[in-house]
């Protein structure tokens, strides 16, 4: 089998062999697979610099089964400038991209969510925002969209102010003081999720607690590296802080 | 037939080796048993001989065999500057065009999101420590121009800054004899972004 001209972003690069690279790659039209780039490290080659995250390109490849060939790779455009902070939360990205998505299915309302959040933080100052609303659109994309227009029992109304515990597969309940399950979060952030619009400081804090909960059963309870790795830079600077 | 234990465990040492798979350390155990059972003696020699002598240096936790690297240890280099890089290759790369006359300080690695390598396994403590005590006025960033080397040296910078201590990146464009037209688009936009003044 031979495709060409996909849309893709790479997600991950290892180095293979003296000059090759494996790559794990997001195409719009064949969703995640993993390619081999042969000589891409070589100083002459085609695709040198160009093989990298936040990348966007068009990739062609030849091969079936579970590692294709790399046969032609153009830029779109330029690297997606992220500095700072933003490339770590970049790369959030790409790992629930990786862990998440099964190779060979395609997703291109996802990619197409995927190509708008990393524009998203290049711009925007709510990164925050961004990883949120891109987990709820990862979770419905995967068949486990959040209830967040109702309350999980008889279809109840949402009230804004009413705290509710959220139970996976049942939805957001009503806390009545004995169930201690679920992630207690207020109906304005349940609404705001759905509109996906979440601007104050308590929605953004219930919101990555709930998705926080609800990843973590699609992850098998496994750690997200990205994650980590943020949290040891923070407290990395808080130490050293002068 | 099935191999002899000794020559399977063999075959599994070598497979330890980057890049080499079960095909190659195979053709490397066959090779060294058949044909260079001398060459393999000398592999012998020179692994067990590094093993016992090459250690970390303390200064810039590159390989060396005394406590401090020929580098640090010298006198004619400018303990003022400190360039900081990824791994001894890069170091070496360095040492090898000759232009740089300050010290090293060597991360063995970069910050790897993905892969979950963190300040810790680029040995950032023993940097921070290193900078704290030493003469040191300015901090080149050496690290590779790739998401992770740029989030390291990001990561660096900020740290570094806090410090009254100039922080540089080295700057990244065109190649020395390179024309504009063969050089890819992700250079050039780095050339001209990054232009001086004339």
């Given at each position: 089998?031979?495709?060409?001209q996909?849309?893709?972003?790479?997600?991950?690069?290892?180095?293979?062999?003296?000059?090759s690279?494996?790559?794990?790659?997001?195409?719009r039209e064949?969703?995640?697979?993993g390619?081999?780039a042969k000589?891409a490290?070589?100083?002459?080659?085609?695709?040198?610099?160009?093989?990298?995250p936040?990348?966007?390109l068009?990739?062609?490849?030849?091969?079936?089964?579970?590692?294709?060939?790399?046969?032609?790779?153009?830029?779109?455009?330029?690297?997606?400038?992220l500095a700072?902070?933003?490339?770590?939360?970049?790369?959030?990205?790409n790992e629930?991209?990786?862990?998440l998505?099964?190779?060979?299915?395609?997703?291109?309302?996802?990619?197409?969510?995927?190509c708008?959040s990393?524009?998203?933080?290049?711009?925007?100052?709510g990164?925050?925002s961004?990883l949120?609303?891109?987990e709820?659109?990862?979770l419905?994309?995967l068949?486990?969209?959040?209830?967040l227009?109702?309350?999980?029992?008889?279809d109840?109304?949402?009230?804004?102010?009413?705290?509710?515990?959220?139970?996976?597969d049942q939805?957001?309940?009503?806390?009545?003081?004995?169930?201690?399950?679920?992630i207690?979060?207020?109906?304005?952030?349940?609404?705001?999720?759905?509109?996906e619009?979440?601007?104050?400081?308590?929605?953004?804090?219930?919101?990555k607690?709930?998705?926080?909960?609800i990843?973590?059963?699609?992850?098998?309870?496994?750690?997200?590296?990205?994650?980590?790795?943020y949290?040891?830079?923070?407290a990395?600077?808080?130490?050293?802080?002068v | 037939?099935?191999?002899?234990?000794?020559?399977?465990?063999?075959?599994?040492?070598?497979?330890?080796?980057?890049?080499?798979?079960p095909r190659?350390?195979?053709?490397?155990?066959?090779?060294?048993?058949?044909?260079?059972?001398?060459?393999?003696?000398?592999?012998?020699?020179?692994?067990?001989?590094?093993?016992e002598?090459?250690?970390r240096?303390?200064?810039?936790?590159?390989?060396s065999?005394?406590?401090?690297?020929?580098?640090?240890?010298?006198?004619?280099?400018?303990?003022?500057?400190?360039?900081?890089?990824?791994?001894?290759?890069?170091?070496?790369?360095?040492?090898?065009?000759a232009v740089?006359?300050?010290?090293y300080?060597?991360?063995?690695?970069?910050?790897?999101?993905?892969?979950g390598?963190?300040?810790?396994?680029?040995?950032?403590?023993?940097?921070?420590?290193l900078?704290?005590?030493?003469?040191i006025?300015?901090v080149?960033?050496?690290?590779?121009?790739?998401?992770?080397?740029?989030?390291?040296?990001?990561?660096?910078?900020?740290?570094?800054?806090?410090?009254?201590?100039?922080?540089?990146?080295?700057?990244?464009?065109?190649?020395?004899?390179g024309?504009?037209?063969?050089?890819?688009?992700g250079?050039?936009?780095?050339?001209?972004?990054g232009?001086?003044?004339?």
């Open positions: 089998m031979r495709v060409e996909q849309s893709a972003f790479v997600l991950q690069a290892r180095d293979y062999r003296e000059t690279l494996l790559l794990e790659v997001f195409t064949h969703g995640r697979l390619l081999i000589g490290k070589r100083a002459k080659s085609p695709f040198r610099g160009l093989l990298a936040f990348q966007p068009r990739i062609g490849w030849s091969g079936k089964g579970e590692l294709g060939v790399v046969t032609g790779v153009e830029a779109v455009s330029s690297t997606l400038p700072g902070d933003r490339i770590f939360f970049a790369f959030y990205l629930l991209v990786l862990r998505l099964h190779r060979h299915d395609a997703h291109q309302k996802l990619f197409d969510d995927y708008l990393l524009e998203g933080l290049l711009v925007d100052s990164w925050e961004i949120r609303i891109f709820k659109r990862l419905a994309e068949g486990y969209a959040l209830l227009d109702k309350t999980g029992v008889r109840g109304e949402l009230d804004a102010d009413t705290l509710y515990r959220y139970i996976p939805g957001p309940v009503p806390v009545n003081g004995q169930e201690s399950q679920g207690l979060l207020h109906g304005s952030t349940l609404k705001a999720l759905a509109a619009s979440l601007q104050d400081d308590e929605s953004l804090r219930e919101a607690q709930l998705m926080r909960s990843l973590g059963i699609y992850l098998n309870g496994k750690p997200l590296h990205s994650r980590r790795l949290q040891q830079i923070i990395f600077r808080n130490s050293v802080a | 037939m099935a191999d002899p234990q000794l020559v399977d465990g063999l075959k599994r040492a070598l497979s330890c080796l980057p890049g080499v798979g190659s350390a195979q053709r490397m155990a066959f090779h060294l048993l058949e044909r260079d059972r001398e060459g393999a003696q000398q592999i012998v020699d020179a692994l067990s001989r590094a093993l002598r090459v250690r240096c303390i200064r810039c936790n590159s390989f065999e005394q406590e401090m690297c020929n580098i640090c240890a010298s006198p004619k280099r400018d303990a003022s500057q400190l360039c900081i890089v990824e791994s001894p290759a890069d170091m070496e790369a360095l040492e090898k065009a740089f006359g300050g010290m300080f060597v991360l063995m690695g970069h910050l790897s999101p993905l892969d390598l963190g300040p810790d396994d680029i040995g950032v403590d023993r940097l921070l420590k900078v704290g005590k030493n003469e006025k300015e080149i960033l050496a690290t590779n121009l790739t998401v992770e080397g740029e989030a390291t040296a990001h990561f660096l910078a900020e740290l570094l800054q806090q410090r009254d201590i100039v922080v540089s990146r080295i700057a990244h464009g065109v190649p020395v004899g024309e504009l037209e063969y050089t890819d688009g250079t050039l936009g780095h050339a001209l972004t232009r001086q003044e004339i």
